[in-house]
């Protein structure tokens, strides 16, 4: 009996972690109603409640949106799932936009909205606050600022919020307009001011197509890449940094960087963060504006704010489930845990609305030995994989659970990464109850969390699949969906099964190494088989395929289902 069936209406369009890498993409299966694809949008991450907000954006089939969404869980350490906080067109919302930029006051739980594009194509100049931000402390509201001072109004800018000055800072956009400074930012503490700042040096006009902030807090630099250059009439892959940026103190001055290593092509639109704690840069994906080609590629910067050791480029190889390129995604870092995570964005001339994460983006693992999380952190008698995530794990590394009857022994420990752990436990005859669970190091260091993990009595698995890509291909074009089999059980399923049926005049291409196994052609429709070894208790497996639109074709459907229980 089919457990379930997918159907996805394509219409055409005319005009797993991986050993031995340090970082390693995996794509999150959220539950609760997708946020429409989109690109452009603009979001904050709360680090405290681990929860990733988006505004706005521009969805392509529809006008620039205002619409407020938030992810649960958002980093992958736990069960993701999206909210939609406030609805389109609501009362009391900013007009809607997109290339905005929205900063997180996290101590009062306020963001911070500036600027973007209207509907209209015009810049906007307005600044809007949102209490309550991430959800946890009442309903998210708007309120407008009314600053003093004439702000221009931009769109794709670089902007970033100093905690402690309370001050929004902004910087070139279209235009090259020049530096500002927002005080009273988060509309605590006296009248908000937009204040225009003489700085020295000032790097070309740009547009960065929604990189994000990077601003050295410690240290108040802000820290400029890329972007196109309407003056130049090129991408750009120059490194710029602010130093004075709050403009409290002296004089704010640019200086551009000069890295040695390996440049990265030059790009708009990808996504940027800053590890303070590392003082490192990463970019990841983006657009040649020149020839429209889409990137996915990883860099890091060393020595990014040009202060200490001097500055290097390194590529980077990135483990997991492979990611589509694409450029405008909204993206945040979770400083605490060390991972990026990255919605929607635009690539092939379509939107997406997938949710990516990058485990050790950084590059540079922590080696203290801990634990930051356990998921799942509960599971039924059989058997059962969890993943440990923290840091300073080492090859040889032993996973143990500890209550009720004894220690249970994982039966088999795999190092993702110096930061995780997937340790499978059989669990058939342990009795149900709370469990410690303690990692040793082959060396003798040993950490544990008490009551981290919950013996369930009985166990089953409960498989599903979905198909995640957009509904829409452009006529000879090409778009990559990825086949995506989950399980809700509390135990690790058997081998899994899956199918993908699509009209045999749709081409495809399988990813190497993936898991298709075989295919057959029936009734004019090609017919993909998908087979996994197992599907770990509340885990997914995503398989992509990519599609290729014959020009003419007919709307069509994607069929997925499997029988597995």
């Excluded at 009985?458 to 074009?477: E, L, M, N, P």
């Excluded at 199918?499 to 090609?526: A, K, M, R, Y």
Aim: aromatic letters at 8%; charged letters at 15%; a negative charge.
């Amino acid at each position: 009996m089919f457990r379930r069936v997918v159907l996805l209406t394509i219409l055409w369009v005319c005009s797993l972690a991986s050993a031995g890498y340090a970082q390693s993409w995996s794509l999150l299966a959220p539950s609760g109603t997708l946020p429409s694809p989109r690109e452009l949008a603009t979001s904050f991450y709360s680090p405290v409640s681990n929860r990733l907000v988006v505004f706005g954006g521009y969805p392509q089939v529809t006008a620039f949106t205002n619409d407020l969404w938030i992810l649960s869980n958002a980093n992958g350490l736990g069960a993701p799932s999206w909210t939609r906080a406030i609805p389109p067109n609501a009362a009391g919302s900013p007009p809607a936009r997109g290339g905005a930029a929205m900063v997180y006051d996290a101590a009062n739980n306020r963001a911070i909205l500036a600027g973007g594009l209207s509907v209209g194509g015009a810049p906007l100049n307005d600044v809007w606050i949102l209490t309550n931000a991430d959800a946890t402390t009442g309903i998210p509201t708007w309120q407008r600022l009314t600053p003093t001072g004439v702000f221009p109004g931009k769109q794709e800018f670089t902007a970033a919020y100093d905690r402690d000055s309370n001050r929004l800072i902004v910087t070139v956009g279209v235009g090259g307009q020049g530096t500002w400074v927002l005080t009273n930012a988060n509309g605590l503490g006296g009248t908000p001011a937009w204040v225009k700042l003489t700085t020295v040096g000032d790097p070309p006009g740009r547009y960065t197509w929604h990189m994000e902030p990077m601003y050295d807090d410690v240290h108040n630099r802000l820290i400029l890449f890329g972007g196109y250059s309407q003056a130049l009439g090129t991408d750009l892959n120059d490194v710029w940094v602010l130093a004075n940026a709050d403009g409290q103190d002296d004089s704010a001055t640019w200086v551009q960087l000069q890295p040695t290593g390996p440049l990265p092509p030059p790009r708009t639109g990808g996504v940027t963060f800053y590890d303070a704690a590392t003082n490192r840069l990463l970019v990841f994906s983006g657009q040649v504006q020149a020839t429209g080609v889409y990137m996915n590629d990883l860099w890091i910067l060393e020595g990014a704010n040009g202060l200490g050791d001097p500055p290097r480029w390194t590529p980077v190889s990135a483990g997991g489930v492979p990611i589509a390129p694409r450029f405008r995604s909204s993206a945040a870092f979770d400083s605490a845990r060390n991972r990026l995570i990255v919605f929607g964005g635009a690539g092939d001339g379509l939107v997406r609305n997938e949710t990516w994460v990058l485990a050790d983006a950084n590059g540079a693992p922590s080696e203290t030995l801990g634990i930051d999380s356990v998921y799942p952190d509960h599971g039924g008698q059989g058997p059962v994989t969890i993943h440990v995530t923290g840091g300073g794990y080492q090859l040889g590394a032993s996973v143990s659970l500890v209550g009720i009857g004894g220690a249970i022994s994982a039966t088999t420990v795999a190092l993702n990464s110096a930061s995780t752990l997937e340790a499978t436990f059989d669990l058939t005859d342990a009795a149900p109850g709370p469990r410690t669970v303690i990692v040793t190091n082959p060396d003798g260091r040993e950490v544990m969390t008490p009551a981290a993990f919950l013996v369930e009595a009985s166990g089953q698995a409960d498989i599903w699949v979905d198909t995640v890509g957009r509904d829409r291909i452009r006529s000879g074009g090409e778009q990559t969906y990825y086949i995506v089999i989950g399980n809700r059980g509390n135990v690790d399923s058997g081998p899994v099964s899956a199918w993908l049926s699509f009209p045999q005049q749709i081409g495809w291409v399988s990813h190497p190494g993936d898991t298709v196994t075989g295919t057959d052609s029936t009734n004019g429709n090609t017919l993909l088989a998908i087979d996994v070894i197992s599907v770990d208790a509340g885990g997914v497996v995503a398989v992509p395929i990519r599609l290729q639109a014959p020009v003419g074709a007919s709307p069509f459907q994607l069929r997925t289902w499997t029988n597995a229980k």
